[in-house]
């Protein structure tokens, strides 16, 4: 028999006094799901157990029935996604480049997506594609933009 799950992730709120207490999916009009919903089985999952919040990345894992001790990492999963190749003793780091900004002597994070040509993201990923230390080799591997993973090896 196949079937199809629908995972839901994030929906979970509090009610709110602008919609008289309810939750906003819960005020919302949603006739396709309401649909949705009348054809299959629902409920609550607790991968844990009941009021322990998971990320989403363990708590899929965990739903898809992994054990919580073997999850490798957002990182890790989402580089073999990316059919970036990776050893089981690699370990795989989101990333994303970012600026930063001098005040008084410090240099502070600038919040949001820096605005960089192409051009300037390539030659930033260049400079620090590949670094050496300890034994250790760090390597950046770009996906989109200024977005990539930096795998150590």
Known sequence: ?????????????????????????YAAYTPHLDHLASLGMNGLYHTVMQGIPMSSE?????????EREDFPGRGY???KGKGIPLKDNNVAILCHLCCVENRDGNLFLRWGRPEISNEESQALKKAIESFDAD??????????????FVILD
């Open 77 to 79: 999963i989402e580089a």
């Open 58 to 66: 363990t708590a899929h894992f965990i739903i898809f029935g992994y």
């Open 135 to 148: 034994g250790i080799t760090i390597r950046l591997i770009t996906s989109n933009g200024i977005d990539g």
């Open 1 to 25: 028999m196949r079937c199809i799950l629908v995972i839901l992730d994030g929906i979970g709120d509090r009610g709110l006094e602008c919609f008289s207490g309810k939750t906003p999916l």
